[in-house]
């Protein structure tokens, strides 16, 4: 099944490539959100967040950092009685190799802080590329071994591959063929996740709605990203009681959107 999904894309691809050039030529641009990547939020136990990706973690969709996914998942653990000091590394558009070749090694100059946790977003944009899967496995393995030499003790949560064929951005029959490679790509993500202790894959999979997701069509909106950061938080803390934004909510809607 796996072998036939990868010969569909390929096959596929000559297909829908004029269209993805249209669209790449018409869609928004949205800005990544204002304010500082550093800062703290909470009192009690000091806690330590690293985020690093791609426009997710650049906070695409969201108007101030603190309403985008760093400042969600800071807020959502320092209500569990933590003093969160929080650090972002994001570049819009971001590959997995560019985030090894560009933002990893600045773990290596003692300006960024060793975390308890860290969280990572990537994907889209290795599929856009048209990254080979086999790129992508490597890229995940160097991305972990980094992250845990430079904090041995912390919990890494990557944000699974979004289903991108359920993006409002995406016309027919290009969101299909893309879905396709998102597929395959969080499967390998899941995988390499599951062969590291303190690694975590966290699936996303929802119902999608145009209000769950920002202006663009692409990226999510403030409300998804409270809840993606609230999903990151009950993910390393299984106890965590849910807020009431959740707790209204049904299941597939309680998981929200990510996007390069």
């Known amino acids: 099944m796996r072998l036939i999904q990868r010969m569909m894309f390929w096959a596929s691809l000559p297909f829908v490539a004029v269209q993805a050039v249209r669209l790449r030529k018409r869609a ?15 009192k009690g136990k000091p806690a ?21 996914l760093v400042g969600s998942i800071a807020s959502a653990w320092a209500n569990t009685g933590r003093k969160v000091q929080y650090q972002a590394i994001g ?18 100059t003692g300006a960024v802080h060793r975390a308890e946790l860290i969280v990572v977003s990537a994907g889209v944009n290795d599929i856009t590329g048209l990254q080979r899967t086999n790129r992508w496995r490597i890229n995940l393995y160097r991305m972990i071994g980094e992250l845990r030499e430079h904090s041995p003790e912390a919990t890494i949560v ?7 064929w359920r993006f409002p951005l995406l016309p027919e029959p290009l969101r299909t ?9 969080d ?15 966290l699936p996303l999979a929802f119902d999608a709605r145009p209000e769950q997701f920002s202006g663009d069509g692409y990226h999510p909106n403030e409300e998804s990203y409270a809840m993606i950061g609230e999903m990151v938080v009950r993910q390393i803390q299984p ?12 299941m597939p809607a309680i998981v929200a959107i990510k996007a390069i």
């Open 91 to 108: 570049r819009t558009g971001a590959t997995s190799s560019q985030m090894i070749e560009e933002m990893l090694p600045q773990l290596r």
């Open 177 to 185: 063929v893309i879905g396709l490679r998102a597929r395959i790509f």
């Open 158 to 164: 990557f944000l699974g591959v979004p289903p991108l």
């Open 239 to 250: 106890s965590m009681p849910a807020k009431t934004i959740m707790a209204t909510m049904s």
């Open 28 to 42: 928004p641009r949205f800005p990544a959100a204002e304010g500082e990547r550093v800062g703290a939020v909470g």
């Open 187 to 201: 499967r390998i993500l899941k995988s390499v996740t599951e062969r590291h202790h303190g690694v975590m894959h």
């Open 48 to 68: 330590r967040l690293l985020c690093v990706g791609d426009s997710i973690i650049d906070g695409v969709g969201a108007r101030t950092i603190d309403r985008a």
